[in-house]
């Protein structure tokens, strides 16, 4: 017999052995309904000695942990975004002085060059007047000594 028949037992390749077909079902008793304390569908007591009270092979203990880990990162991102918008601000009010103080030089600059310009036009007109006192002096000399003659 090249493939087995399904009717004997054996199964087939594709197909679930039939020996027992009620060893995959559950057996129903009342005793749990009795034991389920919190809602959650499982028997609250441990029964092995390993901590694991609902038999679910430390779900729960794992998703306490997962939990706490979830809200270290919470924190954690917290913190960061805090620090980033702390630095963000601070390089905001750092530009903001910089541009302050580039306009007081700008406007300083200006001011001290129009300030110059005065100055440099009192000085030439102050020379101006010198030369011309100078000039009046040198006139007068020449007409005082050739009035004589």
């Known amino acids: 017999m090249l493939c087995p028949s399904p009717h004997d037992g ?21 005793e749990d309904d009795e034991e389920e304390e919190d809602g959650d569908g499982y028997e609250d007591e441990d029964e092995d000695g390993d901590g694991d009270e609902d038999g679910d092979g430390g779900y729960d203990s794992m998703m306490k942990i997962m939990v706490v880990k979830m809200k270290m990162a919470m924190a954690m991102a917290v913190a960061v975004g805090a620090v ?3 630095v963000v601000v601070v390089m ?9 103080v580039m306009l007081v030089v700008a406007v300083v ?7 110059v310009m005065v100055v440099m036009e009192v000085m ?5 007047m010198v030369v011309m006192v100078v000039l009046v002096i040198m006139v007068a000399m020449v007409v005082m000594a050739v009035m004589p003659l």
């Open 10 to 30: 054996s199964g087939h390749a594709n197909m679930p052995k039939l020996s027992n077909p009620k060893a995959n079902q559950k057996p129903e008793s009342d």
């Open 84 to 86: 980033v918008v702390v």
């Open 92 to 100: 905001v009010v750092v530009l903001a002085v910089v541009v302050v």
């Open 109 to 115: 600059t200006v001011v001290a060059i129009r300030v």
């Open 124 to 128: 030439a007109v102050m020379a101006a």
